[in-house]
């Protein structure tokens, strides 16, 4: 089975920083389209950032270009968002996803929730003023 595991949410000041890690098992991971998606209460999960493979481009929503940064780690089968510069308006419970297909099988369109097929349960993110 495949699972994620986000981990490294927490309270921050505005200003600060976190790092969230998510851990991929039961998958290639190497080849394996990973996105970034964020929830605020009552709003719609949005996008954050994706990495279309391990050393490919990524990609971020405008609000946090220059702030956020994904990476990842082959020989961690880890994923990770480093979040920098947090603002109050960052406050989330962020979600890790990952797709089925490769970048090479389909169209290519991390952006969107329906591109993913499997989820972690997301890790809270929350930045004090």
């Known amino acids: 089975q495949v699972q994620l595991v986000e981990s490294g949410g927490g309270l921050v000041q505005a200003g600060g920083s976190l790092r969230l890690s998510c851990a991929v098992s039961?998958?290639?991971?190497?080849?394996?389209?990973m996105g970034w998606f964020r929830q605020a209460p009552g709003k719609e999960r949005e996008f954050v950032a994706a990495s279309p493979w391990s050393g490919g481009s990524t990609d971020y929503a405008d609000p946090v270009k220059g702030r956020f940064t994904v990476s990842r780690d082959n020989a961690k089968n880890t994923v990770y968002l480093q979040l920098n510069s947090l603002k109050p308006e960052d406050t989330a419970v962020y979600y890790c996803?990952?797709?089925?297909?490769?970048?090479?099988?389909?169209?290519?369109?991390?952006?969107?929730?329906?591109?993913?097929?499997?989820w972690g349960q997301g890790t809270q993110v929350t930045v004090s003023s």
């Open positions: 996803a990952a797709a089925d297909r490769t970048y090479y099988s389909g169209s290519y369109y991390p952006y969107s929730v329906d591109y993913y097929d499997y």
């Open positions: 039961g998958r290639t991971f190497s080849s394996s389209p």
